[in-house]
């Protein structure tokens, strides 16, 4: 794993230090350390990427835990640790990542292993096409090559599509974001399957933006949150509670207008992505619910 140590700097109003550390668990390892150690994806822009010579973490997401840590635990550095979405859950879970920042669908099956924080993004799954090749609907994919990156849930929205639809996708798997793309760029997949978000970051960020087209059916939409150790309620209240505090501040609207609208390295392309009244509705009203309530 590749390590990046960098001093956390940004000040910030401090959660109840003395109550917030009582608690133990992770507040405790973080007073102990001084380092709060932090998750992130190096290939799904705008949310977590890495750019630039020097490789530095960036994005929507990674900006809404540095914000949030500066009011939880100022005085801690912290240190950043790339994960793969595969192994994102049992990092967490053992211990290794304090706090993953990298976008994560929250359903029932992975609170079973971990905690989500308030919900900060929700996702459309669709898919990204060459602009030339005429596909507007899953249903066109039927024996045709459609590519999906390991460890995500488009997988399973792709086997239920083709059930519902008698369709069948032949689903290919990329290890990362980055190769899923690479696939479709050199044609070895007609489509390629995320949440929209990820879709529009990295069409931005590739040679030729007017070669791709984001299109068909939504697949689901997704609540996307920050995620810890499920045995720990005290650092869940803890980043909760600054995020909320972000929330009611307007500071996370004006987080997703730069990470959304505004241009974004490396190519500096703006994803024009205006913020969906489902995240609206959930900055006012903040909550934790997995995807499975906002289906029923």
């Known amino acids: 794993m590749k390590l990046v140590w960098a001093g956390l700097v940004l000040a910030g109003m401090a959660v109840n230090t003395a109550s917030a550390q009582s608690t133990g668990g992770t507040l405790d390892k973080i007073q102990a350390s001084g ?3 932090v998750g992130v994806l190096e290939s799904s822009p705008p949310m977590s990427y890495a750019t630039g010579a020097d490789r530095r973490y960036m994005g929507y997401h990674v900006e809404l835990c540095e914000k949030a840590l500066a009011r939880i635990a100022p005085q801690a550095r912290l240190e950043y640790m790339a994960m793969t979405p595969q192994n994102t859950l049992p990092l967490v879970n053992n211990g290794t990542i304090d706090i993953a ?3 994560k669908t929250n359903n029932l099956a992975r609170q079973k292993e971990v905690a989500f924080a308030v919900t900060t993004y929700v ?3 669709r898919m990204a096409v060459r602009a030339d090749s005429g596909i507007s609907s899953f249903k066109q994919l039927d024996g045709r090559n459609i590519v999906a990156s390991a460890g995500t849930t488009a997988v399973q929205l ?4 083709g059930r ?3 369709v069948q996708l032949n689903t290919l798997l990329g290890k990362d974001q980055y190769e899923s793309f690479l696939m479709l760029e050199s044609g070895r997949a007609d489509a390629f399957v995320i949440d929209d978000n990820l879709l529009a970051g990295l069409i931005a ?4 933006p007017e070669r791709y087209r984001i299109v068909g059916e939504v697949l689901g939409s997704e609540p996307i949150a920050v995620l810890f150790r499920r045995d720990d309620p005290g650092f869940k209240k803890a980043v909760d509670g600054a995020l909320m505090a972000m929330m009611k501040s307007g500071e996370v609207a004006r987080i997703y207008d730069k990470w959304f609208m505004q241009p974004i ?3 500096n392309q703006s994803l024009n992505l205006p913020m969906s009244a489902a995240l609206q509705q959930l ?5 934790d619910k997995p995807v499975e309530a906002y289906a029923n």
């Open 205 to 208: 960020g590739s040679k030729a």
């Open 123 to 125: 996702s459309q799954v």
């Open 158 to 161: 792709l086997r239920k599509f």
């Open 164 to 166: 519902d639809h008698g």
């Open 265 to 267: 390295p490396p190519t």
């Open 101 to 103: 920042c990298g976008p």
């Open 35 to 37: 380092k709060v150690v």
């Open 283 to 287: 900055l006012r009203e903040p909550n």
